[in-house]
């Protein structure tokens, strides 16, 4: 299990997070806890077009939540 370390462009930290990604799933959508550091690094990657839309699903000991990944400033796998 990994935890990660979430550094947003305001200076918030969300930490010891666990990643999740949406997967559909016979027409629901479902999300997945993440057990691989290469699909970690996926979700938080950014391509210069196209990542307005595109969030980085996430949940710590106090909240569930999503981020944008353009919001990102800095992450660190633990």
């Not at 690094?41 to 710590?60: A, I, L, T």
């Amino acid at each position: 299990m990994f935890n990660v370390e979430i550094e947003l462009n305001n200076g918030s930290i969300l930490y010891d997070c666990s990643i999740f990604k949406e997967v559909v799933e016979e027409n629901r959508v479902e999300m997945k806890y993440i057990e691989s550091e290469e699909e970690i690094r996926d979700q938080f990657s950014k391509m210069p077009w196209g990542n307005e839309h595109r969030y980085v699903y996430f949940q710590n000991a106090s909240m569930n939540g999503k981020v944008n990944v353009m919001q990102i400033r800095f992450y660190k796998i633990k």
